[in-house]
């Protein structure tokens, strides 16, 4: 079965690393995937990766470039735009969802954001002869809350050789590069309005003792740092975009994410298949990935809540073993390939 993996990215995001290490899988499952791309450098590594692994690239400039003739087409577009151009090329499209189907934005504004999802991105997916979604949450909320009928789930995956526990003495060798003391909360999230920087920011004044270290980038970078320093935090560093971060995982005593909202959280799995225990927030996403108390802490994100939790996680380091368990058992790459092939499958034979 021949299958085109669509993008409109022009830079590479979470859908374009999930094609890298989805595509060859499903490759290997038996089907057939292509991936079409803008021919833009900012996405050029992972056309690069894909090829490399056997996987044809249609590098475009205008969508009449790319070919027809696929079995199916399965679309991740940034803009909800850009899909009034992929239905008129394709038109019995498959949306794969990975942004966030919600925000749980206080005093109304998750309300706000559902409406304007409701006007802006629901329409795009009623339309479609099936839409895919990156966890089973976000799957019921489009059918119940936004009427979009055919929506398979097929849960994200994760590498856990490259996502690992430390081996003996290497956390210390790494603590020591970094040169890290004391204990260490990592928080790798976009600087963008729905992660919730501000709870991460004002915990940190809760523990000055605790080392914070912030992997990021966007738009709202320069107004946490210039927080970070009416706060004085001496405590938080801002490390920008990192490739490092198998190592900087294992250099942690935990995650924190006071994130308002998710479809599957990347972040989320890596620290887990890391062995790190988790303290984040209560909304579907994480509650889907994290057991109170079995693989980190779900708590409201405000600060007086989340700084305790973080001291109990340092104490329960079975918190990370369960997470790391739970990662082999639900979310591997393998795991999230062979969901996908059975997701497309049963769409072309439905």
Known sequence: MKVLFLTDAKTIGGSEVYLKETLPRLKALGL????????TPGNLPIRQALAQAGIPVHAYTHLGA?????????ASA?????????YKRFPGLIPLVHDQVEIFYPFGGRYLYRLGYRLLQAPNLKRAQAVLTVSRWAARWLREVHGVRRVYPVP???????????LPGEKEALRARYGLEGKV???????????????????????????????????????????ARSLRLRNVHFLGRREDMPELYRAADAMCLPTLGENQSLATLEAMASGLPIVTTPIPAQRELIAHGVEGFLVPPLPWRLAPALQQAFALPELGANGRTRI??????????TNLREALLE????
């Not at 082999?328 to 390939?337: F, M, N, P, S, V």
Request: hydrophobic share 45%.
């Open 32 to 39: 057939c995937p292509e991936a079409a791309m803008p021919a």
């Open 66 to 74: 790319v070919p027809r003739g696929f079995d199916l087409v399965v």
């Open 78 to 86: 940034w803009y909800p735009q850009s899909y009034r151009a992929f």
């Open 156 to 166: 994200n995956g994760v590498d856990t050789e490259r996502f690992r526990p430390p």
């Open 185 to 227: 909360v990592l928080v790798p999230a976009r600087m963008s309005p729905e992660k919730n920087h501000l709870a991460l920011l004002l915990t940190a004044k809760l523990l000055p003792h605790v080392t914070f270290l912030l992997v990021g980038t966007g738009e709202l970078l320069r107004l946490w740092q210039g927080v």
């Open 328 to 337: 082999l058992r639900e979310h591997t790459l393998q795991e999230a390939a």
């Open 347 to 350: 769409i072309v034979h439905a």
